[in-house]
Nanobody, 121 residues
Framework: VQLQASGGGLVQAGGSLRLSCAAS????????VGWFRQAPGKEREFVAA????????YYVDFVKGRFTIARDNAKNTVYLQMNSLKPEDTAVYYC???????????????WGQGTQVTVSS
């Protein structure tokens, strides 16, 4: 499956962005999907994930209450709605898919190319 992330941009602190992760090549419905991010000079970190049914979601503490992950399997797309953005959210955001559980962080075999999110103070 091929993934294409989009929706990044420049936004002021407190603003919002919605990232999209569109899949092609195979049906998306059998994959758990996660969003990760990597800031300059830092390790890539896990941000959020959603089960293949959309029935379960998970967020790391620093985005809880601000970010929402959702999916539309009919459109082969997963979304990450990001509200109340902070300068420390600045990073390249990647979506990834796994045929295993979203919690198996080393199992994400399919990655999008990344989309830049920049939050100005």
């Amino acid at each position: 499956v091929q993934l294409q992330a989009s929706g990044g941009g420049l936004v002021q602190a407190g603003g919002s962005l919605r990232l999209s992760c569109a899949a092609s090549g195979r049906t998306f419905s059998g994959y758990d999907v996660g969003w990760f991010r990597q800031a300059p000079g830092k390790e890539r970190e896990f941000v959020a994930a959603i089960s293949w049914t959309g029935g379960s979601t998970y967020y790391v503490d620093f985005v809880k209450g601000r970010f929402t992950i959702a999916r539309d399997n009919a459109k082969n797309t997963v979304y990450l709605q990001m509200n109340s953005l902070k300068p420390e959210d600045t990073a390249v955001y990647y979506c990834a898919a796994t045929e295993l559980s979203w919690s198996a962080l080393n199992s994400y075999d399919y990655w999008g190319q990344g989309t830049q999110v920049t939050v100005s103070s």
